[in-house]
């Protein structure tokens, strides 16, 4: 079994930064493609950044594109999330996950994922 834990979040003001940590345990990291999620209140889960096992093929979601850059180490067994430029529209809980099959490339769909962290809360204010 999978174990995430996020790291990370908190208030910033717009046009601050954050970096966000996923700590994976419980399963072979390095072969699992990994994702950034968020769910703000009132809306669906959607798709930020993804990155497959090797750190040379990512995806962004067109609203942080030039802003957010996800990057894995996996001699540590972690995913970064960093973000730039936040905007208010950014407020969320972030999620990391872990695609559900070892060397799948899981692209921006959600539903390919099957190992969930927690989650940290991300607020950027005005």
């Known amino acids: 079994q999978a174990t995430l834990v996020e790291s990370g979040g908190g208030l910033v003001q717009a046009g601050g930064s954050l970096r966000l940590s996923c700590a994976a345990s419980?399963?072979?990291?390095?072969?699992?493609?990994m994702g950034w999620f968020r769910q703000a209140p009132g809306k669906e889960r959607e798709s930020v950044a993804v990155?497959?096992?090797?750190?040379?093929?990512?995806l962004y979601a067109d609203s942080v594109k030039g802003r957010f850059t996800i990057s894995r180490d996996n001699d540590v067994s972690t995913v970064y999330l960093q973000m730039n430029s936040l905007k208010p529209e950014d407020t969320a809980v972030y999620y990391c996950?872990?695609?559900?099959?070892?060397?799948?490339?899981?692209?921006?769909?959600?539903?390919?994922?099957?190992?969930w962290g927690q989650g940290t809360q991300v607020t950027v204010s005005s």
């Open positions: 990155i497959d096992w090797s750190g040379g093929r990512t």
């Open positions: 996950a872990a695609e559900s099959i070892l060397g799948r490339w899981g692209g921006m769909n959600p539903r390919a994922y099957g190992y």
């Open positions: 419980g399963r072979t990291f390095s072969g699992y493609t």
